[in-house]
């Protein structure tokens, strides 16, 4: 495949290589970034911010959407695609855990409806492994998802919390012994969504970044303006934190600005509707748990106080929570959407204020200890667990006007200017398989086949890292972010106490 990649470029790309710019270098344009720059394509990443994948959290990889019972089949089995081709590009990104989806008998909905569509990923998933063996990421398909019943759970109860896992039962054992299984509809759901740590991403994209000459880093930068350039091209003026104002050139410019797209949209008059959501997640530590943890789903009506609530185990007894109701991860006012006039929907102050400065230390602790109690709902012991660090928060766009969109990638205005429009990790892969193809249709790549380079994924230098050379630069982000270096670390069987 390498030899492949490289008779490929050898092709004449134009006479002089096309230069790119991507602004933002959260996942999005990090991870075009990286693809761009593995092919040997002139990349220059502009981030505001000290440091790659900064933004809003990521926990969870989205392998099926199954968190999701309001959003389509359609988008839960693009999630699924998406998610396998993340986990063979990072694979250090990627805490190897399986979820448990299970319903409160308190729901209006019944563990039954969710099989159909399971079955029809675990086909999807079949057939993406028959195609190529590869994509066997997710373990045997016949294991994508398995139910058990009240009797089978019983027989979990008492059991020693196992360090590692041997069996697919055994990621039960916790919940068994720790849920209030009389609270609980069954049969639960077993499905293998993994969890995906933001400081690992962050720590692959900053490393790889260091080692591909073909990419230019420009953090602390922001860009000030864009102006269409009267042959072709733009004008970026950037302003870096420290330093006077540059103007760049480029031929080609990429909006990959996360909730902050619109500030860009609006630079070069390109129009477009979006939503903003600005969501929280709470960081709890409960050190008197033992043993192997999955992440466990009770699901609930958004923005009811019996919203779903999502515990998600890192090592050492930390937790990262999630409750959707609007005094834990949602606010009242969160959800903004764009004008007429701004392709920018506009977060009130106080949430700007959240993003760019520091929460209240009231506030930190007020929604945590509620994210504590929605969680020991269904945990009571978990009523334990203490206020670990600030949250992990962030605003999120969703193109469009519907809320419950989740598998989005980009979208094309202005020529030579793309934008990217995830609303999950894991989509960021085929944001830049689309600007690619985007590339070469307008002829910046000159004449070069691109289909074989859209129908792989090369990233020799990302995926040259080793397990604990991702950790330990993960771990140094984490300190300089302020939050517990065991975020950082990967939950493969780990001993938590
Ligand atoms: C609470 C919460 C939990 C979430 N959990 C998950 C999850 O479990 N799994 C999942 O897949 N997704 C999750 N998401 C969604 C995920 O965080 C987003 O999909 C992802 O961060 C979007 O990445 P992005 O690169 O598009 O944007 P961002 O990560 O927002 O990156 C945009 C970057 O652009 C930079 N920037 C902005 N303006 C400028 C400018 N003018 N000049 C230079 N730089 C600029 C910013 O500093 C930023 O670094 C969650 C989101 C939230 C809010």
Known sequence: MAKLQKRILKQPLKPTQPSIAIIGGGVAGSTIALRFAELGLDTTLIEKGPSLVNGPPICHLHA????????????????????????????HSVNVRPTIIALPKTDKGSPDDLRPRLDKLQRKYAALVENDPTNKVLGEPDEYFKFYSREEIDALVGLPI?????????WLISFANYTQLDNIQFPILLVQEYGLSAFRF?????????????????????????????VSGWTVLTQHKDGPPR?????????????????IDDMVSAKRQRLVEFKAAYVAHWPQCEGLWPEIIFHGERGTPRGMAQLTPYPDGYFQLHGMTHDITLFDNGLVESSDNSAQPQLESAFIEKIDKQWPQQVINKRTERSIEHLAQFIPDFSS?????????????????????????VSFDKKHYAR?????????????????ANLAESGLLGDIDI??????????VSQSFTEEAVTEYAVMLAEQRNYSTSLAKTFKGVVNG
Do not use: W
């Open 64 to 91: 099926g959407g199954n968190l999701y019972r309001e959003i389509s089949d359609e988008q839960c089995l693009k999630l699924l695609q998406q998610s396998i081709d993340t986990v063979k590009v990072y694979p």
């Open 162 to 170: 196992p360090k590692q896992a041997s069996q697919p039962s055994d």
């Open 202 to 230: 962050a720590a692959i994209a900053m490393m790889a970044i260091e080692n591909l000459p073909n990419c230019v880093l420009q953090t602390h930068t922001q860009v000030a303006s864009i102006n269409e350039r009267e």
């Open 247 to 263: 103007e760049q050139h480029f031929d080609y410019v990429i909006n990959a600005c996360g909730f902050r797209s619109g500030e």
């Open 385 to 409: 667990a203490k206020v670990a660090s600030q949250p992990m928060f962030g605003a999120q766009q969703i193109p469009g006007q519907d809320p419950d969109l989740r598998a989005a990638d």
């Open 420 to 436: 990217a429009e995830i609303v999950k990790a894991s989509s960021a892969l085929s944001a830049s398989d689309a600007i690619l």
């Open 451 to 460: 289909a074989p380079l859209l129908s792989s994924h090369y990233f020799p």
